[in-house]
């Protein structure tokens, strides 16, 4: 009986779901590329095996680590001081917050077109201000070691909202008298924070955390029109190089094998992030 | 039917069958046009289809049995290719016609997405046009497409800063590097140097300058890269030495064709490298620059021929298409000299045409005619195979480590060989 | 301090306990605390007692310090804290809803408020130990709050509030969400509890019972302004007010139809049955109360109820009569007492 009522939730998961990932998985050990006409072609693990020994998918599996990892820190640290600034009892609140979410409510692909022309060398402001200071433009988007910074400024820029619209919703079911206790007892601002609302918040934290890391992990539009994956592919992410494979080389067999590399790694870092999450529950125990 | 009839006299019953029965036919006869009637749908970049609005109306209006529809698609060849390739991958095509970028034919080709021209157009369909626009639109043997106009990459220089264009590398540096130390402009020469198609076209320009080839054909044998030359190292190392003197910007690692306008537009360059579309850019009223643009060929080592990347448009017939014979005669028809004419005149398109390329009464319209003319003498195509795109984008990686990452050019044509070598033996291997 | 000129009474109550002196509190443009003045000795309990919105939970958060004095001072040990930061008021509260942590255990409740203070592990532990064994709480040390009873949850939020061993102590409505079972067993507890702190203990309920049976002094606020102050003797048969005097006492007091702009009130209980002389009621219900019972009359001066044995007969005709010197008498215009007898 309840595996009936639960029968259309299951369909919804399994056609929305698990059927492209069998395909992918399906595709994956295939050819099925321009070269075959775009017939699938059993080719064994060949896709799998290039996959490993493919340099640019190892690349760029380090630089979507590296954009995930460092845009996720700085936007759950930024998340949560804009939800605390947020939770203060401010006048218009209701203005204020939706103003916050502005950036979040942005089309991706609009914002980063907004960040390519912030970022232009040399016209863009940012580039004319450091010229009004007496400097020389620097080249954002066109130095390999320092670019990756920037696009994940704009991610950041973009996605902190969402971070702190959640961890608000988690602040807001704390109740106020818990802090007035701890406060009574003489805890500081930042004893309150650390042993009381941190705490407290941690489910949400990590449901923040869970979301953006898959997020972040598959970012594709923003680098597109932000960077195009340049200079020299140093901003290329791995959902970038599964699109070029795909509709760009036609190589659908490995585009497959990219995106399922992706999605292991997804798999392995959010499965990790819910085993450190019972982990520590058991220590709280 | 006579009870339920109310009893009329004879000739009236007569009157009301002969009225009915015409009634009838005349229904059928239009139920029958409007099924005869066929739209032929066609999917092209927005300003392509704003270009053309006008005379598809013209045709809609003068023809009844064919009617065009045109679907507006992005600006962005990349994003025109997404939607196109999206729709194409779910079966059944929405459209009969695409409007293709030149190298995206044998990638669709083999994709087994079109569908031969040659059965329904003959075998001279592009008798007529000039030879650089016929380029690129066979491949394994059969006619895939038709140009609608030729593009071609050019040399923009400033008539007020020298008195003729530079022929020769050396001969723009030299005049760039001038113009610099007197402080007439803040760069001397932009291009696309962004990691795209763009930067591509760039290189396959210099790279012919310079004497080198992209592919070579050797007579029995598969085609090799040829990017570790001595020719294609000098002209990987005067693309990254015009950034180290900075004759060119070291942002021209982020420029694309946009970008390069907004500065050359702005009077702060001596040259651009561009297509014929940043002609009418640059002359329109309000523009910085406007009147003091001169177009030539790029330049080349002496002893060299510059040539041009071709970048043409045109019209592809897809496969599935409910009415391929009158989408055909809507793809004849769009690519018609009369059409390349009135596109040419109205919108300063570059015909393909060589009835109009030399025809001196569209001078007027189009200032720029002689130097398309002498561009499509020697355009440049971009190698004819389904695995372009993995060349190309080969190519881009090393290219821009090359511009932004001082990477020295013998070792990024190296890299370059050796992936685009693997990309074109895995092409030979499968079957 | 010095440079302020003593005013009457509050000289010998200026070196211990709590004093309010006028205490204000406004919002938004309302006054939820008018001009409340009023002492505290140690050991002393004070209820304060009224409907929400009568300001009682306003004063305690005055007191705590988690909102700020419009105007008015406090005075705590003759050490004025008005302005003091809540954190060094040395002042502990238990709250209505207890305020655990949820995350923590009993233990870890009991020991945050210590640790933040920097107190010595040691010296942490004595003192729990101790508050566990006061308040019974053995066995209970690892539990989270979710996993306790409320009665044990209440204990911990009151061995919380004792471990900081607060010259003053707050509690708001702690027994409201417990049962009336519960609340009946705790109630001695608790006012051996607060008693033997020698500290002052402001009790905050809206629960009549609780005040009366639980603090030496009741304050009973309404609208913002405190109505009386006494003893619960005093302020059930010596109402202030008419609102004092309904407010007190269950089943409620008897209001008498007005006349000549003085109004009459007599408690249910003094209410007497008698064969002649009496004012004639009718019966209309009868409620069994146990050892009592209560009647519900209708007489020419209105609806009455009287409170009489379980085993009284009744035989018509009823009248009812009472001694004049337990008639209340008021002002039917202001509420306030009028000190006069009858007409």
Sequence with gaps: ?285 | MTGWFPPLPNPARRLIAVVLAFWLALAGGLALARARRVTVGVLMPAPFADATAELVQQFNRDHRSVQIAVSRGPLDTEALSDLAISSLLLGDAPYDLLLMDVTWTPKYAAAGWLEPLEPLLGDQALAGMAPGAQAGNAFAGHLWRLPLLADMGLLYWRTDLMAAPPRTTTELETIARGLQRRGAVSWGYVWQGRQYEGLSCVFLEVLRGFGGQWLQHDAGQAPQPALQSPEAIAAANWLSGLVRQGITPRAVATVSEAEALQIFGAGEAAFMRNWPYAWRELTRPGSAVAGRVGVAPLVAVPGEQAAATQGSWGFSLLKGSRHPREAAEVLRWFTSEAVGRQLAIRYGYTPVWTSLLEDPSLEAALPLLPALRQGLLHAELRPLTPVYAQLSDALQRQLSALLSDDQPAALAMARAQRQSALILQAAGETP | METRRPQAGEADAAMSGLELQRLCRHQAGRALLEDLSLQVAPGEVLALLGPSGCGKTTTLRLLAGLDPVSSGRILLNGREITAEPAGARQVAMVFQSYALYPHLTVVGNLELGLEVRGMPAAQRRDRIAAVIDLLQLQGLELRRPAQLSGGQRQRVALARALLRQPQLMLLDEPMSNLDAQLRDALRPELRQLLRGSGHPAIYVTHDQQEALGLADRIAVLHQGRLQQLGTPHALYHDPANLFVASFLGRPAINLLAAEAGRQLALRPEHLQLVSQGGLPVQLRQREWLGAQQLLWLESSRGPLKLLCGADQTLEEPLEVSWRVDRELWFDASSGERCRLGPL
């Design chain 1, 1 to 285: 009986m309840s595996l009936l009522l639960l029968a259309p939730a299951l369909l919804l998961v399994g056609v929305v779901f698990l059927w492209p990932l069998l395909r992918y998985a399906w595709l994956s050990g295939h050819a099925a590329s321009v070269l075959t006409g775009l017939v699938p072609l059993a080719n064994g693990g060949a896709n799998w095996q290039r996959l490993l020994s493919d340099g640019r998918f190892w690349q760029d599996t380090l630089q979507t680590l590296r954009f995930a990892g460092v845009s996720l820190s700085l936007e759950l640290l930024l998340g949560l001081a804009l939800a605390l600034l947020l939770h203060q009892p401010l006048r218009q609140r209701g203005a204020v917050r939706a103003a916050v979410l502005l950036p979040w409510a942005l089309p991706t692909t609009v914002m980063a077109l907004g960040w390519r022309w912030l970022l232009n060398d040399p016209y863009g402001p940012l580039n004319r201000l450091i010229q009004g200071l007496g400097g020389s433009p620097y080249g954002f988007l066109s130095t390999p070691a320092t670019t990756w910074l920037f696009t994940v400024l704009a991610d950041v820029w973009k996605s902190t909202p969402f971070v702190a619209l959640l961890l608000l919703a988690g602040l807001q079911t704390i109740p106020p008298e818990l802090e007035e206790a701890l406060l009574l007892e003489g805890a500081g601002p930042l004893q309150r924070l650390w042993r009381l609302t941190l705490p407290l918040l941690a489910p949400y934290l990590l449901l923040a955390a869970l979301f953006r890391l898959a997020q972040a992990l598959g970012v594709f539009d923003l680098i597109q029109v932000l960077t195009g994956g340049g200079p020299a592919s140093s901003t290329e992410s791995l959902g970038l190089y599964a699109y070029l494979n795909g509709m760009r080389f036609l190589d659908f067999g490995y585009s497959a094998t990219v995106m399922l590399g992706m999605f292991l790694l997804v798999l392995l870092l959010t499965s990790g992030l819910l085993l450190l999450r019972r982990g520590w529950q058991g220590t709280l125990r």
